[in-house]
């Protein structure tokens, strides 16, 4: 099998289709690059004053703006199908410590911000893609923390 590269034409339609849908869904859940920010920076002030979550990232983030932002191009990439976001948020999470607890009070704040910000298609959207998000990293981590038998 051999790897072929798009043609522009290919691009552009792929492009196209992705305007589409988000278009289609800031239409029908009440997702827009607004609402995005305004999710990031409200569950991220959250877990900045979390008990439990706080001291963990805060260790890890020194300057919350870039994050922020980072976060922002994140969601909208997740939401809306922009492309912005291309890191690799694995490796640092790794390096966190994070445990099933974590996830759970994670997604509990996550889950109350989008119920506070968004209608229920749109909250319910989110809360969706938050919870595979959780899923996967748990995964990883566990996958790449865990002894090996051998």
């Known amino acids: ?41 409200t569950f991220y002030g959250k877990i900045m004053e979390d008990d439990v979550l706080g001291p963990i990232f805060g260790r890890a983030i020194t300057d ?8 922002m191009d994140f969601w909208s990439s997740i939401a809306l199908l922009t492309q912005r976001y291309d890191g690799r948020p694995m490796p640092v999470h790794i390096s966190l410590g994070l445990e099933p ?3 759970e009070r994670w997604l509990g704040l996550f889950r109350e911000t989008a119920h506070e910000l968004f ?12 919870e595979n998000i959780a899923r996967s ?14």
């Open 1 to 41: 099998m051999t790897d072929t590269v798009p043609s522009d034409d290919q691009r552009n339609e792929r492009r196209d289709i992705r305007t589409a849908m988000a278009e289609e869904r800031m239409a029908t859940v009440g997702i827009d690059e607004s609402s995005i920010e305004r999710l990031v920076r």
């Open 64 to 71: 919350w703006e870039p994050h922020l932002r980072k976060m």
């Open 101 to 103: 607890q974590h996830f």
């Open 119 to 130: 209608p229920p298609d749109g909250a319910a959207f989110l809360i969706g893609k938050a």
């Open 137 to 150: 990293f748990q995964m990883g981590i566990q996958f790449f923390t865990v002894p090996k038998k051998g």
